[in-house]
């Protein structure tokens, strides 16, 4: 887990400063590293989890604090919207841990962030999901749709009664 209070840092430095008996020691925010590795400096680091997504903007090597933006939307939400894709398809898959895991699996693996719109030819694209119980499903623009969640984030999900999930009209932008 990541070290964040003060007294926390504290403790840590002087472990490895004194008992540890490192030379030295440099402690830097992941939004700085980030940048760093690819041998920059200046830019937006994009980190999605779970539950949240946070931007991080850096200007030479000092985050800027007060345009960093937290967003409540992650890869759950991503799974959620593959569950209503494959239920737009007719394809209705029990909302379980087991179908859940099966869904994350093809999540990690195969999706991806389309670069811009028409940059992927759909007919060329395809991959396999295996659910839980062993039934393959061909799928190809559900790889890159179920992302599109991070970039609207206006729309609201729903449970429904099948157990699916679904965007609730009352939160549907036009554009």
Request: negative net charge; hydrophobic residues 35%.
């Amino acid at each position: 887990s990541t070290v964040s209070s003060l007294q926390d840092r504290e403790k840590m430095v002087e472990l490895l400063l004194h008992d540890l008996q490192v030379p030295a020691l440099c402690i830097k925010h992941p939004a700085i590293l980030t940048l760093r590795c690819i041998g920059s400096d200046t830019g937006l680091v994009i980190t999605s989890g779970e539950q949240a997504t946070t931007f991080t903007p850096v200007y030479k090597g000092c985050i800027c604090t007060e345009a960093s933006a937290q967003l409540q939307l992650g890869g759950e939400h991503v799974t959620d919207k593959l569950f209503e894709l494959f239920k737009k398809r007719g394809i209705l898959i029990p909302h379980n841990e087991a179908e859940v895991e099966a869904l994350e699996r093809t999540k990690r693996e195969l999706c991806f962030v389309l670069p811009e719109k028409g940059a992927v030819d759909p007919s060329e694209l395809q991959g396999i999901h295996r659910t839980a119980r062993g039934i393959d499903i061909i799928i190809s623009e559900e790889l890159y749709e179920c992302a599109e969640v991070l970039f609207q984030p206006h729309w609201r999900f729903m449970k429904d009664s099948a157990g699916g999930v679904r965007v609730s009209q009352d939160h549907q932008r036009d554009g």
